[in-house]
């Protein structure tokens, strides 16, 4: 379609959003956008419908079919509860739990994804104000519910907001549901389909009792109880980015008998403009810096935090000179494994049916860790659904110790099922004051790691491209690393491709092709080399963007040659990313 025509079926689709059935509001900003002279933001607007993917909704909020607004929400939470009336129809009383978190529009649109519910005849537990994510999968879970929602949009810019569907177990949905549900959603297509019309009497709010079972049930994950008191004044910084973690995080750390948590009272503020930062990301180091500050004034040995709907956590240590350093996510998932495993190992509790769950793209240090204590490892697709999915075939006959993934998401506990700060930045403070109870920091903890499984260094490297062209070059970009895969990275020969789309394990020096047995295909390209590195290569499925996530091995002789190879890792993953075109 030429941009003439593309224009002209906008230009149609927008005009409808004049008609009475739509707010002022909503009518006046459409009619600004088709007078305007520049044509891009009604393009961008109208160009598509904002998709109810895999995870639900995320997108730019404003009017339009491809923005979040009350009738994308309305049409998602219509067509999710037309769905939930087939599956459940049996059901004296089909019942789900709405949270939200501290965004701009986020109370706006759980109060109205409650209300389409409520006004299809489904009872809402909707909770009292900002809550964090993994709480709302707690909830589901805890109340008997059948389904979720959590309007979020996680760490992403604060133009942004997006809507998280969950499952009776508490998990984000997959196969069939997810499929299913996207169908529902996607008959919704005029606003006359959407029931408004609330019924009061069908919504419950709810916040205190649950918050004190889930914090007394995260309580239940402590594997040092004795040393966390002994340790009761070990100095921790805790930021919750504006976000949702005050409710809860300083809380489920006072539990543990951590007395000396300290705030960053600027980010205590719950906001969706996040105005001390420019992105409220852990994972970006901008967004830790008044924590990395408050820790210099104080003296706190480490720094946690999380993000907006705190489902992801964010780590600073110091190192052996006393600098903060941020520790990644790779690095955070092994360190936890590592802990978990080690202590079950010292009390005696292993029987053999344990086991651990990563994701794909995430460091193959956890898979060393685990086959040297001769524990079961699953490796899944990237988000905690899939986590969730190895969690419920696991049920009957494994016990779960621990599951994490590189994108700064760890889950400890069985009692939620997506990712969890709350709990993991509890047990983040209990393996300091273990490791401090051996002397140790948790940088110390790390180099020991290392030094005993082996030494590899990860980075993620996200390209953004955004709008209609960007989506484009991000098709483009994936047919030819599949129609021109490299031939070396590094120096290094590439012996091995995984290609997710058609699942086939092809292996270059053998010929040898082999079937790999996932649930179901994910546009995923994996290429393993002879030095032992590994790349990985996907298009974000809620964000505009192409990640490339680069693993690299190298020789570490001793511990105090770690930071000589970080330096030597950091060089090798330039020219990785460099022979990808991805710098």
Known sequence: MD??????????KATKWLDPQYDEATRAEVKAMLEADDKTPLIEAFYKDLEFGTGGLRGIMGAGSNRMNIYTVGAATQGLANYLKSVFKDEPQISVVVGHDVRNNSRKFAELTADVFSANGIKVYLFDGPCPTPEVSYAIRKLGCQSGVM?????????????????????????????????????????????????????????KDIDEQYLADIHTLS?????????????IVYTPIHGTGLRLVFDSL?????????????????????????????????????????????????????????????????????????????QICMLLIYYIITQNVNMGLLNGNEYVVKTIVTT??????????????????????????VMRNEEATGRYLGGGEESYGFLPETFVRDKDSVSTNSLIAECAAWAADQGKNLYELLVDIYDQYGFSRERG???????????????????????????????????????????????????????????????????????????????SGT???????????????????YEETVAKAEKHIDQVLADLGAK
């Open 223 to 235: 594997l040092a109880p004795e040393i966390d008191k002994k340790h009761a004044d070990m100095k």
């Open 3 to 12: 941009n003439k025509e593309l224009l002209k079926v906008v230009t149609e």
């Open 364 to 389: 193959e240090a956890i898979k060393r860790i685990a086959d040297a204590n001769k524990i079961r490892i699953f490796d899944c697709y990237t988000g905690f659904k899939w986590i969730a999915d």
């Open 461 to 539: 490297v996200s390209v953004v491209r955004p709008g209609k062209s960007g989506a484009e070059e991000i098709v483009a970009m994936m047919r030819n690393f599949r129609e021109n895969p490299p031939k070396t990275l590094a120096g290094s020969p590439v012996t091995c491709i995984k290609d997710y789309s058609d699942l086939n394990c092809r292996n270059l020096k053998t010929g040898e092709v082999e079937k790999m047995n996932f649930p179901t295909t994910s546009n995923v390209l994996q290429f393993f080399t002879e030095a032992g590195d590994k790349v990985s290569v996907r298009p």
């Open 543 to 561: 964000e505009p963007k192409i990640k490339f996530y680069v693993e690299v091995r190298e020789d570490m002789p001793s511990k105090d040659k």
């Open 254 to 330: 006072k539990l543990w008998g951590f007395e000396n948590v300290i705030h960053v009272p600027q980010q205590d503020v719950q906001s969706g403009d996040f105005p001390t930062v420019v992105s409220p990301n852990p994972e970006n180091s901008e967004a830790m810096t008044l924590g990395i500050a408050k820790a210099k004034e104080t003296g706190a040995s480490l720094v946690l935090a999380s993000d907006p709907d705190a489902d992801r956590v964010g780590l600073v240590v110091r190192d052996k000179e006393g600098n903060y350093q941020l520790v990644n996510g790779n």
């Open 151 to 207: 309007v979020t949009a996680s760490h992403n810019p604060k133009d942004y907001n997006g809507y998280k569907a969950y499952w009776s177990d508490g998990a984000q949905m997959i196969a069939p549901h997810d499929v299913k549900t996207i169908e529902y959603v996607s008959a919704i297509t005029s606003v006359d389909q959407i029931n408004f019309k609330a019924d009061k009497s069908l919504i419950q709010e709810i916040g």
